[in-house]
């Protein structure tokens, strides 16, 4: 067997190198006798549905057609009601809902209106009893949601209206005692909000309206006081007047700002002479022209109202026109006169088909008609007549459509009788006869649901507003099947996650697995499993009954856990667990009180926690903890007062030389360096001079940290710090120009940073970087050409394999893996008829927990309700919970100086031995972790054998010695039964470790 060749003096050798001496919700008629008709009393009379009402809460439109829910990034955002919040703003992903902030406490209603995205902020106007109607923003947490400024101080509202992003600022119209309603602007803080231009002098106010960007050219056009078009850059001097289109006391009324290739803007306006047409604008007077008098004389023939660009590059546009032959018909403009023409007469001759739900898809366009047999035609375009066909080949749909959005292949509309009696229902569609259906007949029989606010949640999904006639009018879920179409029940007795099984914040945890989920029984609480069906159970129930305690933000330190909960009676504090429902308790109580402090983005960094949180008396500001309550301790006030600086993203190697992002008084949202001190906690470098540059998404490599940030000149790219100001620099312009990559999901293997990025040629793919502008490039373009398959989640098992979320090949949102050396994809479709949405919500980078070699995620085979813990083998085999096949498995906790590290392992052999083997640096002994591969017995080391037992325990310590620091580690266990011995070893994964501060 090879045993006789294990050195003892080998194993003495490593043992002085790696340990230390110390081992871790009626005409009156006739007189009659009266007859008793029925006694009231003993019918039950139902409660009315109480309805959340879901809409977008975005600037109302002129059209008779509902905008879409707002999205950023995976999340659809929203305003509903409860019982409990009064109407609030919400987000859902296809998977939950979830409240993102009661901004203004108990049943009192914020209203939150007008959401507008800038980069992964929102920017939004809503009511507080102590303040009034005022710009607001979020990222999506509680934490992050905060009023930006008040405008209009004291017993005044500013209603901020048009809220329009400019670059990565914003400007809207808003009102103050002293200028009445004037144009702002806003760059995320107190002192970067401020009046734009008082175009009315005084206390009068200006009309503005219909504000609309041009991304590209950085400027904001809109219809001015003047009822003329004007433009802004953000500043007074360039906030100006166009021209006077229509001279004299009459106003040309320009509309519907529409952008149109990378500078120009088109508009509908009335010059007094053409009626309502179409004009373009590079703003100047000298480049603003009449495109094509499409009604000849001053009849009006066009309208932006409802408008669609072809393609990413929105150079064309398609648009309603009307020539007093064809009836009201889809038009298409490239900016000129020729390129300005009638696309389809979708109902031949004068009467109209109008135009319906133009939604742009990566060069083409859908848009939808009716027809002249009553019935309509959903279209997809290239922007040519020749390229323009009918999508739904077998023209089945023999009913008017009224509201439409495609996704990944498919069309998802609203039709009434679609088929017989079902009332006005969602519809879908592939193209085919067979794939034109009801997806579901939500509201019974000849009733109508009235789906509204068709959104796009992942690929081939969508959200919905709909009411079945029992719940009210509701959020809906949908990926085009009935099985997938799911209610989510937002205003009810106990609001929250309708699912029953929703797994997330899954944590490795000493051989077992932490995380949370919604059992139907005890609300969304703590659970534990050792990868069985049998050992997998709810930890604690922390509060208690159906109530949920939201555990979130799992975070390892030394022997415990380290997470956010809310018992219900302090509010969301800073909880610890070592794994036992005993050991499970209230860390600290940081905000007295039932309001609890919110922590959020716990980062273990070294021995420590870096945490934000929240005190009446400092706002909400950076913490650090050493598991202690004592321990446990503002880093610093870096907005004085009760204001706050919203840290996050915390990254470093050591506990006393962390980055992370905050707001400072003078230059907005930039980069933190600090020592854990008040002292020693400073501004590292103003990324952005004159705005904020948000930096965010931090890894670590090679000594240094990478993430995003926005310079304010080429949009949000890939950044670099060394820890000084002189070494964080912008690593490479990905998406050249101002438009930002928008990179996430940064990843370290080995020596290679892994990440997501959007260009204009490949759409978000997977890019990989050694640090280097020339080491910085497309690794992976899964869906090619300009789609997008939105790699997400990414997870590093081992320095050859990444696993990760994303849509490609025709399927849903799924699994895969690829082998870093060889580009080979392994694809899971886990849910072939949807998404099985893998996921897991962790702290700061979304990443799979990985224990063992084994990746752990949720993931839905069925239907949303079915997303569940699934766990993954190095050999490809996807198992939910309580099918397990592997028997053996090791883990080890981190390795640090001074401290001890725990090995376990387990085995179902009989009769067992098990032996601990180790090697070191340089020792090929192990393939690398998660490899069953054995190890070169010649080159390793026993450390400790167990006889009759199925559970080997280890405990090695390690020297307080820093010449270890960077020492890396190989370990992995053997069992067999000497009673039944076959002449093979059962091996363990194995776990490879590196030695750190």
């Not at 208690?544 to 504090?573: R, W, Y």
């Not at 402090?597 to 945490?611: C, E, K, M, Q």
Request: proline fraction near 5%; include cysteine; hydrophobic fraction near 35%.
């Amino acid at each position: 067997m090879g045993f006789a060749s294990l050195s003892t003096h080998h194993a003495i050798a490593t043992l002085a190198l790696l340990l230390g001496a110390n081992l871790l919700v009626i005409p009156a008629q006739a007189q009659k006798a009266p007859v008793e008709i029925t006694d009231l009393n003993s019918i039950r009379i139902p409660t009315p549905p109480k309805h959340s009402v879901p809409e977008p809460s975005r600037v109302e439109s002129t059209s008779t057609e509902k905008l879409p829910f707002l999205k950023v990034g995976s999340w659809v955002y929203f305003a509903a009601t409860t019982e409990a919040t009064g109407r609030e703003l919400f987000r859902f992903d296809g998977i939950r809902y979830e409240l993102v902030a009661d901004i203004n406490p108990g049943k009192a209603s914020s209203h939150p209106s007008d959401l507008t995205a800038v980069g992964s902020r929102i920017y939004f106007n809503a009511l507080t009893s102590k303040f009034g109607y005022e710009l607001w923003t979020t990222r999506g947490t509680r934490a992050s949601t905060v009023m930006v400024a008040d405008i209009s101080p004291g017993f005044y509202h500013s209603y901020p209206t048009e809220i329009t992003r400019l670059g990565t600022r914003i400007v809207f119209r808003a009102f103050t005692p002293k200028t009445g309603y004037e144009l702002f602007i806003s760059d995320g803080t107190k002192k970067g909000t401020k009046l734009l231009k008082d175009m009315t002098a005084g206390t009068a106010s200006s009309s503005v309206e219909d504000l609309a960007s041009n991304l590209v050219s950085n400027r904001v056009f809109f219809q001015g006081p003047d009822g003329e078009p004007w433009v802004t850059d953000g500043t007074n001097a360039g906030t100006r007047r166009i021209l006077d289109l229509r001279a004299g006391v009459w106003q040309s009324y320009p509309q519907h700002f529409t952008p149109i290739g990378p500078l120009k803007m088109l508009f509908d306006a009335n010059d007094g002479k053409s009626g309502n047409e179409l004009w373009i604008t590079d703003g100047t007077a000298k480049g603003t022209s009449l495109v094509k008098d499409i009604l000849r004389g001053r009849g009006s023939g066009a309208s932006l109202d409802v408008s669609s660009p072809i393609d990413l590059a929105h150079r064309r546009v398609i648009f309603i026109g009307y020539d007093g032959t064809n009836g009201y018909e889809p038009w298409i403009t490239d900016g000129t006169t020729q390129g300005t023409y009638m696309l389809v007469d979708g109902r031949q001759g004068s009467l109209s088909g109008v135009l319906y739900s133009p939604m742009s898809s990566g060069k083409l366009c859908y848009f939808a008609t009716h027809n002249s047999r009553g019935g309509s035609d959903i279209y997809v375009t290239d922007g040519t007549k020749l390229g323009t066909r009918v999508f739904s080949a077998a023209r089945s749909i023999k009913v008017p459509i009224y509201a439409m959005t495609y996704t990944k292949g498919k069309v998802f509309f609203v039709a009434r009788d679609l088929t017989p009696n079902t009332g006005f229902e969602l519809g879908v569609t592939d193209g085919t006869v067979a794939g034109t259906r009801v997806v579901k007949d939500i509201h019974k029989g000849i009733y109508s649901s009235f789906p509204a606010y068709l959104t796009e949640v992942l690929p081939g999904s969508i959200a919905f507003t709909g009411d079945d006639g029992l719940h009210g009018i509701e959020l809906w879920y949908s990926s085009g099947t009935a099985a997938s179409t799911k209610l989510f029940d937002i205003n009810r007795e106990q609001p929250g996650p309708t699912q029953d099984d929703q797994v997330t914040n899954i944590l490795p945890f000493f051989g077992r697995i932490l995380f949370t989920a919604n059992d139907g029984k005890n609300g969304n609480e703590l659970f534990i499993s050792d990868g069985t069906k049998a050992g997998t159970a709810i930890l604690i129930d922390i509060k208690t009954g159906k109530g949920s305690s939201n555990p979130s933000d799992l975070t390892l330190l030394g022997k415990h856990c380290i997470f956010q909960a809310d018992d219900g009676k302090s509010g969301s504090e800073l909880w610890m667990t070592d794994g036992t429902k005993a050991g499970t308790k209230l860390l600290v109580d940081i905000e007295r009180g039932p309001s609890g402090s919110a922590p959020a983005s716990l980062t273990r960094i070294g021995d420590r926690i870096y945490f934000t949180a929240y005190q009446t008396q400092s706002g909400s500001e950076a913490w650090i903890t050493d598991g202690t309550a004592a321990g446990t301790r503002l880093v610093a006030d870096l907005m004085p007062g009760t204001a706050s600086s919203y840290p996050s993203d915390f990254a470093g190697y050591r506990s006393d030389q962390v980055v992370f992002a905050a707001r400072l008084p003078n230059t907005g949202y930039e980069l933190i360096l600090t020592d854990g001190t008040q002292k020693g906690t400073r501004m590292l470098k103003d990324i952005s001079a004159s705005n904020s540059s948000f930096p965010m998404d931090m890894a670590l490599m090679g000594g240094k940290v990478y993430f995003s940030a926005n310079d304010g000149k080429v949009g949000a790219e890939l950044w670099v710090t060394d820890f000084t100001s002189a070494g964080t620099n912008r690593v490479k312009d990905i998406f050249t120009g101002p438009t930002s990559s928008n990179i996430g999901n940064l990843l370290t293997s080995g020596d290679r940073l892994y990440f997501s990025a959007t260009t204009a040629a490949n759409g978000n793919e997977l890019w990989e970087s050694d640090g280097t502008a020339s080491g910085t490039r497309l690794f992976l373009d899964l869906v090619p050409g300009s789609k997008s398959s939105d790699p997400r989640y990414l997870t590093a098992v081992g320095s050859r394999r990444l696993y990760f979320s994303s849509s490609h090949g025709g399927k849903g949102n799924e699994l895969q893996s690829i082998d870093l050396a060889t580009k080979k994809v392994m694809s899971w479709d886990i849910h072939p008829t949807g998404s099985s949405n893998p996921r897991n919500r962790t702290n700061g980078h979304p990443r799979f927990a990985v224990e063992s070699g084994f990746v752990y995620l949720g993931m839905s085979n069925s239907t949303p309700s079915d997303h569940r813990l699934w766990r993954v083998d190095n050999e490809g085999t996807a198992t939910p919970i309580g099918q397990i096949s592997r028997s053996t498995r090791s883990t080890a906790s981190d390795p640090t100086l001074g401290g001890t590290v725990n090995v376990l392992s387990t085995t179902v052999v009989k009769n067992p031995v098990q032996i601990l083997l180790v090697g070191t640096a340089g020792n090929p002994a192990l393939v690398g972790p998660g490899s069953y591969s054995y190890i070169n017995l010649g080159r390793s080391t026993t450390l400790l054998a167990a006889i009759g037992s199925n559970r080997l325990k280890a405990l090695l310590p390690i020297r307080k010695d820093k010449s270890l620091i960077g020492v890396r580690v190989v370990l992995q266990t053997w069992a067999f039964d000497p009673s039944n011995f076959s002449g093979s070893l059962e091996a363990s994964n194995g776990i490879h470790l590196t030695i750190g501060y």
